[in-house]
């Protein structure tokens, strides 16, 4: 072998590099032999290189890279010493090969690698996300990507605009989550609907067990959102829908819900702006961060929204149908039929004002519909002490932070003083702006809405940056007046088209267009733009690219201001009968000088004589335009007032809300007695009435309490009285509920002393029971929650009272609740331990629904003879279960581990009952 290597290695170097001088070719000889000896030439080795000469090769020059030089071999040698490697390392793997030992040893390397190579792929495969359809990248990241997203909602969306000092150098939010007050709503209910709720026995409606909301006409917003998974929430302009849009969002995104709305913290939120996607196509699934969530819209997971809708997660929080035209709101109807058919599971609301979507706008789809309520005393009083906390910690004040103090007490008292002005604050929006011209005014108030939404222009687009000498930053100097103008155009070109938001480019344009009328003002549009939006307080950009203005109440006061101005009255009556333009042509009547004001009022009376289909309302308009449109000649105010007879009573809460703005005029029109007139129109004559809020309208109201009380004695007199009872109740429940839009003790005084007793009662946030429950008549079904340690003061209804539900925030001594014997149906919900051993003598009661840290004496459950049905929502297991296995009550329990510890032992009478069950 040696012998035949040499012979090989002869002809090579005699054949190809015979010109060499033979010392040059010795060293190089030499230098190789050095090199082989210096290298790792074991089996680990040759294995490693794969037994490959080229390999070889390159693993020996690399142990000594310079060799050829470090031997002083010129250029000629250098390469014959790389050829020679080369020729070496190709014969040397030739021959390992070959031998004998070579092929065992070769198998087992072989074998080694496969298994390494298997097991090498096997994670790999293991690091490979699982595609699937909703999943084409895998779920790896959902987790990590659903923290950061949720997050992103608890941050961004947890700000309320303070509105008044929401500009210049102003802090321009304060956490909404400090600022939110829960108003009220009163469920969409058809008659039929409560009188089959009214007249089915306790024991037999187990489904109010689930937080039924038909039988309340009125309840806090959260409460009728628990007891629904699909929610339309209709309120007028500024009345709150898109705040507490956001507070769902923010809560459900920080876990944060209690009892009522618990289930919506496993739950992941989404807030879809439809006013972003008028005159385009609606969201699809992927589509849902937009507008909200823009910085991580490119870090989602493929298919992640999908995945959130399929598995039923996904809390969708839909807001402002009324901002679509209105042949773009049918294709929202079969947009939410589709998000619906993809999970049922899934949780929606949606916000709209009533014109827009009526209470049975999506029945079809198994919507609950809500309307939410006009602000009363109590929601009053809160949201004004919200706003004066909260701008205590803004930077630059136009008073010292001690005197904010004063300045609230001074609208307080104001308030207290005119019930007129009182009555003007109906909704979050116009309370706040109240609050942010009390302080701006130093508390000297306008008197009517006109001098309202004037007065806040004013304060917004003039006299911040005068009075807080704002520096000139080099941008376009615009007057208030000029600003308007501009303004005004651009609202009344999003009016026109019916859109409540425009591009930025397309706002450039129509500012272009106005600023060719201002001669003086030879700004480039697009700086004004930014001043505008910068400066004024008035628009915004929510979106990168999306133009808006900060409320919608805002484009139609501005809309009104520009058809005024151009005494485009024809336009104005074109869509008198169209309900989205009804603010603007009322504001418009206040706008309008009086050529103007008459001949707009005129000709809706004009259409209203010659089109009998629209006749009733635009006589409600001719009617509203009264609260604005400040002196008319004799002749027209007759004119108008004369549609009142005509109109009274109103025939359903959205005509109510209408006749209202008449004010004074309307209570010389009001019938002096409701028996004559259907259920819904007495109800809405009442809600009319009480909507004034002036003591004139108390005593109306107290005369029809007297007159309801007189009525109920006669029809309790006679046999057939089932259908009279029925309308009276209904009565009675509005008048029970038009309490909340007067001072309390002073609506007891006047109208509830004469009520005969109150079906339903719910009150809320209660710390003295006593105050809230005096002056009232007997009560059927109560709801209480807040402080509730002491309950004697329900004793004073023993006589009626059968359902009771209470929700505390600390201990209850259900002692007074033993006294109640004619009681059919108990909740009760406390963080504390309950002993029920005082309950035994509730001999009536048949429903006992119990969600305490700890339940005592369950032995004396067995004693009550009428109790069929007990439920438990205890998170954990710490009752004894088995006292109840004779199988005469029904024990219902809502979580697993307390069915997984019991079933054995109570294996006939204990059931694992959920909401959806």
């Not at 590099?17 to 000896?37: H, K, P, Y």
């Not at 939110?180 to 039929?192: C, E, F, G, K, M």
């Not at 609950?368 to 949201?383: E, F, N, P, V």
Request: glycine share 6%; net charge negative; aromatic share 6%.
């Amino acid at each position: 072998m040696r012998d035949a290597v040499g012979q090989r290695l002869d002809s090579f170097h005699d054949a190809e590099w015979r010109g060499l001088e033979s010392q040059d070719r010795n060293v190089a000889m030499s230098t190789v032999v050095d090199a082989f000896v210096e290298s790792d030439l074991s089996d680990s080795m040759f294995f490693a290189i794969d037994a490959d000469p080229k390999n070889l090769a390159r693993y020996i020059r690399k142990q000594r890279p310079s060799a050829a030089a470090e031997a002083g071999l010129g250029e000629a040698g250098s390469r014959f010493y790389d050829r020679l490697i080369d020729e070496c390392c190709l014969i040397y793997t030739q021959l390992a090969v070959h031998m004998a030992q070579f092929t065992p040893r070769g198998i087992v390397e072989l074998l080694s690698r496969t298994s390494s190579l298997s097991s090498s792929i096997e994670q790999l495969l293991q690091r490979i996300p699982v595609s699937t359809l909703d999943a084409p990248s895998g779920s790896d990241h959902d987790a990590e990507f659903l923290r950061r997203y949720l997050d992103h909602i608890s941050r961004t969306l947890d700000t309320v605009e303070l509105f008044g000092v929401n500009v210049r150098t102003y802090q321009p939010s304060t956490p909404l989550s400090v600022a939110y007050i829960s108003l009220a709503v009163s469920p969409d209910v058809t008659p039929n609907q409560q009188a089959r709720q009214d007249h089915t026995p306790p024991w037999e409606r187990l489904s109010l067990l689930e937080n039924d909301t038909r039988g309340f006409s009125s309840m806090q917003v959260e409460h009728a959102l628990s007891g629904a998974a699909r929610f339309l929430l209709r309120g007028e302009a500024g009345s709150g829908k898109t705040t507490l849009l956001r507070w769902l969002a923010v809560n459900t995104a920080r876990r944060a819900f209690g009892t009522d709305l618990a289930d919506c913290n496993e739950r992941v939120p989404f807030f879809i702006k439809l006013r972003s996607y008028a005159g385009r196509h609606l969201p699809a699934p992927e589509e849902f961060l937009n507008g909200v969530a823009d910085p991580l819209s490119a870090l989602m997971p493929r298919g992640w929204v999908h995945r959130q809708l399929e598995a039923g997660r996904a809390l969708l929080l839909i807001d402002g149908v009324d901002e679509l035209a209105a042949e773009d709101r049918r294709p929202v109807r079969d947009w939410i039929r589709q998000l619906i058919r993809v999970e049922s599971d899934n949780r929606l609301v949606i916000t709209a004002r009533p014109h827009a979507a009526a209470a049975r706008w999506l029945a079809a789809e198994d919507f609950t519909s809500a309307m939410l309520q006009r602000m009363g005393a109590t929601d009053l009083r809160k949201l004004i002490a919200h706003w004066h906390r909260a701008i205590r910690g803004v930077p630059d004040l136009p008073c010292a932070p001690e005197e904010i103090s004063g300045y609230e007490r001074a609208l307080l008292a104001q308030l207290d003083s005119s019930p007129h002005l009182q009555a003007l604050v109906t909704n979050p929006l116009l309370c706040a702006m109240l609050c942010a011209i009390n302080l701006d005014r130093h508390s000297t108030l306008p008197p009517d809405r006109m001098g309202l939404y004037a007065a806040a222009m004013d304060m917004l687009l003039e006299r911040r940056d005068v009075e807080r000498r704002i520096p000139d930053d080099g941008a376009p100097r615009l007057s208030a007046r000029d600003k308007t103008y501009l303004l005004q155009y651009l609202a009344w070109r999003l009016s026109i088209n019916g859109r409540s938001e425009l591009s930025r480019e397309e706002a450039t344009v129509r500012i272009g267009d106005r600023l060719g009328n201002m001669p003086l003002l030879t700004s480039d549009s697009s700086l004004v733009l930014n001043h505008l939006l910068q400066r004024s307080g008035v628009i915004r950009e929510p979106a990168e690219g999306r133009i808006d203005f900060v409320h919608r109440t805002f484009q139609e006061y501005l809309t009104a201001r520009e058809a005024a101005e151009h005494g485009d009255v024809g336009l104005l009556l074109h869509h008198a009968h169209q309900e989205n333009w009804r603010e603007t042509i009322i504001m418009a009547a206040g706008h309008a000088n009086e050529p103007t004001r008459k001949a707009l009022l005129a000709g809706l009376l004009g259409r209203a004589s010659s089109e009998p289909r629209h006749s009733r309302t635009l006589r409600l308009l001719a009617a509203a335009c009264l609260e604005t449109a400040g002196p008319l000649d004799t002749e027209l105010r007759s004119q108008v007032e004369a549609c009142l007879s005509d109109l009274v009573p109103p025939r359903r809460s959205e005509e109510a809300r209408s006749l209202a703005s008449a004010g004074p005029a309307l209570l010389v029109h009001a019938p002096r007695g409701l028996n004559p007139y259907s259920t819904e129109a007495a109800s809405a004559m009442i809600e009319a009435v009480a909507l004034l809020g002036t003591p004139q309208a108390l005593d109306l109201l107290s005369f029809y309490a007297i007159e309801h009380s007189k009525i109920r004695e006669d029809s309790d007199r006679e046999r057939n009285r089932n259908q009279a009872n029925r309308h009276l109740d209904a009565i009675q429940r509005k008048l029970f509920e038009m309490n909340r839009y007067f001072d309390g003790r002073r609506y007891s005084r006047a109208v509830l002393c004469h009520l005969r007793n109150i079906p339903h009662l719910e009150l809320d946030n209660v710390t003295n029971l006593a105050d809230d429950l005096r002056s009232l008549p007997p009560i059927k079904r109560m709801r209480l929650r807040g402080k509730l340690s002491d309950l004697k003061p329900i004793v004073s209804h023993i006589g009626p009272l059968e359902e009771l539900t209470v929700q505390s925030e600390s201990s209850i001594d259900v002692r007074s609740i033993a006294n109640l014997p004619g009681l059919q149906f108990l909740t009760i919900e406390c963080g504390d331990a309950v002993n029920l051993l005082p309950l035994h003598t509730l001999s009536l009661l048949r429903v006992l629904d119990l969600n305490c840290s700890e339940i005592l004496s369950l032995n004396t459950l067995i004693e009550m003879g009428s109790l069929h049905t007990v439920r438990i929502r205890n998170s954990h297991p710490t009752c004894d279960l088995s006292i109840l296995a004779d199988g005469k009550i029904s024990v219902l329990v809502t979580h697993q581990d307390m069915w997984i510890r019991w079933r054995d032992e109570l294996p006939g009478n204990l059931s694992l009952w959920r909401p959806d069950s």
